[in-house]
């Protein structure tokens, strides 16, 4: 058999496996409809459309996997040559195990910042310590100036590292403090630890720090704080879920967020960046930033579905993929099929029920719950329908509906996300039965991959079966947790100022 016919073969397998919760819906469902009235015929009839619309056959996954692989050498050929930005990091030395010290960590990312201090033992002792507190930015300054948010943000700081030897974890004093700074906002990055700030989001609108140094805000406000601290690294989440996965697997290659949003990052060889200028690193590695939730193909199922969420999103044409595998979006995907029901086929009786029209009312963890429903009446369903939508004294025939719909939208949103997966692995030349011998990790977090059982499931068998079974024996996803915490003090900790020092 070729290997077309073999990965062929491989994904059915694949898709048979996710599908088999599905299938047993089907199996509760098939004679329930039948035996009851034209309007639950005319369900089933249409959450077959919907399967259909839905279904990524085989041959998508594997052309899915090829685009994408392909997007990424144009990405890293040239700025605006493929839908991927293929950003350089300018982090081209990930965490050995080796490092010890203490290091600070700062995440900003929402409304609210997290500031952490690690202690790090070296190879042997690993993470002997760490520590955090969160704070809440207060509404105002989300929209006031630079320096009123950045000195917020530092007296805060400050305040946390004067408990610094309250537990014995302080840093050594004859060194200046070191942090990594994770700064999860649309940034030009023009070095390890400086980039411009190019647009605000989730709220925020300071606009005279557009177009600014992040980190020299951020050291100013340190400054004027009275805190003697160096920002080693400016990174975003993808990136320390990155170190975090190497630091404690050197045969991690990649890492992959699927929460909210969606993102990967990977280790690629500098020589293979056509479109880096500068000199080669010493290790000769750059961590490349793809930003794949704008990837986009041909070859991706777009439904009728997905062009109206499209349509009406902030971002029209933009971040297509992250709308069709991510947490922001797969309830929505749920609640605009439900309408689609409630409108055609009466779902829930002559009239669509107002709560249902409410964009992004039914969240990706509801939808999880519904699907994960094992109850005899499914009375989670039963729930999330009384609460979310207002409806109640629902059929058990339409609580399977519901469960259904849930299955189609999130094993759409596994296989592909499985396939975008195995794109990387693909462009790292670890696809064939030549690179069997390379061990490859591939370091996952975010709630959806975390929280969402079936979801996650479906995506592993997936790459197991799309990869097949030589190739994937050296291949193992890993869950790596609080990337954008930890992940980023030990990317402070490998980009040291002190490292060339202890090396002479």
Known sequence: MDRGSSVGAALACAATACAAAALVVHSRMGSSFSSSSGHLEKVKEMLKELEDMFATPTHNLVLVAEAMAAEMHAGLASDGGSKLKMLISYVDNLPTGNEEGVFYALDLG????????????????????????????????????????????????????????????????????????TFSFPVGQTSVASGNLIKWTKGFSVEDAV???????????????????????????????????????????????LGTGTNAAYVEKASAIPKWQGLLPKSGDMVINTEWGNFSTLHLPFTELDLALDAESLNPGEQLYEKMI?????????????????????????????????????RTPDMSA???????????????????????????????????????VAVRGALLSAAGIVGIIKKLGRDTAESAGEKSVIALDGGLYEHYTKFRICMENTV?????????????????????????????ASHSQYLEVEEI
């Open 464 to 492: 197991k079966e799309l990869l097949g079974p030589r190739v994937f024996d050296q291949v193992r996803i890993e869950h790596s947790n609080d990337g954008s915490g930890i992940g980023a003090a030990l990317l402070a």
């Open 326 to 362: 991510s947490g922001m979006y797969l309830g929505e995907l749920v609640r605009r099929g439900l309408c689609k029901l409630a409108k055609e086929a009466s779902l829930f009786g002559d009239t669509v029920p107002p709560k249902l029209r409410t964009p992004f009312i039914l």
């Open 110 to 181: 929402g409304t609210n910042f997290r500031v952490l201090r690690v202690h790090l033992g070296g190879r042997e002792a690993r993470v002997v310590r760490q520590e955090f507190e969160e704070c809440s930015i207060p509404p105002h300054l989300m929209l006031g100036s630079s320096q009123e948010l950045f000195d917020f943000i530092a007296k805060a700081l400050a305040k946390f590292v004067a408990t610094e030897g309250e537990e014995g974890l302080h840093a050594s004093p004859s060194r200046q403090r070191e942090l990594g700074f």
């Open 211 to 257: 177009g600014q140094d992040i980190v020299g805000e951020l050291t100013k406000a340190m400054k004027r704080a009275g805190v003697d601290m160096r920002v080693s690294a400016l990174v975003n989440d993808t990136i320390g879920t990155l170190a975090g996965g190497r630091y404690h697997d050197k045969d991690v290659i990649a890492a992959v967020i």
């Open 370 to 408: 519904m699907h994960h429903d094992t109850s005899p009446n499914l009375d989670v369903v039963d729930k999330k329908l009384k609460d979310l939508f207002e409806i109640s004294n629902t059929s058990i025939e339409v609580r399977k509906a519901i469960v259904e719909l849930c299955d189609i």
